[in-house]
């Protein structure tokens, strides 16, 4: 099942804060987090293993709470660069396929 | 640059045809997994082959096969193409599941 993201889109200033979640309906082993700049590639930003670990990129960061199947992606002093399409996969506890939620859009402003 | 190819990067084509796109995983990477992007689907999971067997299938039709050659280049096969089938297919590698994954350029198919 694919997860399912919140907020749909969102838009910022630069310097300002804003989270993305991610819920699934199924046990999860792990969360990948991406970023997709339009008419690119998705790039990798970081997995987080069951645990709730939470990790960090630079002032990105994410949490992974596994008893609630959810994770967040937190951008802190969000920049231009930032800009792009978010999106979380979910890998169940019980396979290997990697399920995409729809995305979010984060646009932020000068 | 992810390290990850992709041919061709555009194919256009008519209904009913075959086609096949073909990638080229990082250097090292055992794992290649193969996703559908559509303005209406998002990112859709196909299949994932892993040193050179099937691992895990997703949403992927029939029509469609792939397979991961010796080398660990893999191919998709997609065949009797309908208009729906017009998306961009990604190929990713990555060390092993649940390792991060590493985007090609993508492969932009219409069909017409």
């Known amino acids: 099942q694919q997860p399912v993201q919140s907020p749909q889109a969102v838009i910022l200033r630069e310097g300002e804060d804003a989270v993305i979640n991610c819920s699934s309906s199924?046990?999860?082993?792990?969360v990948h987090w991406y970023r997709q700049k339009h008419g690119e590639a998705p790039v990798f930003l970081m997995i987080?293993?069951?645990?709730?670990e939470q990790k960090g990129h630079d002032k990105i960061s994410a949490s992974f709470n596994e008893k609630k199947q959810q994770s967040s992606l937190y951008l802190t002093a969000s920049q231009l660069s930032y800009s792009g399409t978010y999106f979380c996969?979910?890998?169940?506890?019980?396979?290997?396929?990697?399920?995409f939620g729809a995305g979010t859009t984060v646009t932020v402003r000068a | 640059d992810s390290g990850v190819t992709q041919t061709p990067k555009h194919l256009i084509t008519a209904t009913g045809q075959r086609v096949t796109l073909r990638c080229s995983p990082r250097?090292?990477?055992?794992?290649v997994y193969w996703y559908q992007q559509s303005l209406d689907q998002g990112l859709q999971f196909l299949i994932q082959?892993?040193?050179?067997?099937?691992?895990a299938k997703g949403n992927i039709l029939e029509r469609f096969s792939a397979q991961q050659f010796p080398d660990l280049h893999s191919e998709l096969n997609l065949s009797s193409l309908e208009l729906g089938d017009s998306a961009l297919y990604f190929c990713?590698?990555?060390?092993?599941?649940?390792?991060?994954?590493?985007f090609g350029p993508g492969t932009r198919l219409t069909v017409t």
């Open positions: 990713a590698s990555s060390v092993d599941g649940s390792y991060e994954q590493y």
């Open positions: 199924k046990a999860l082993y792990s």
């Open positions: 987080l293993l069951k645990g709730g």
């Open positions: 996969g979910t890998e169940g506890a019980d396979d290997y396929k990697l399920s």
């Open positions: 250097s090292g990477d055992l794992s």
């Open positions: 082959y892993y040193n050179g067997e099937e691992r």
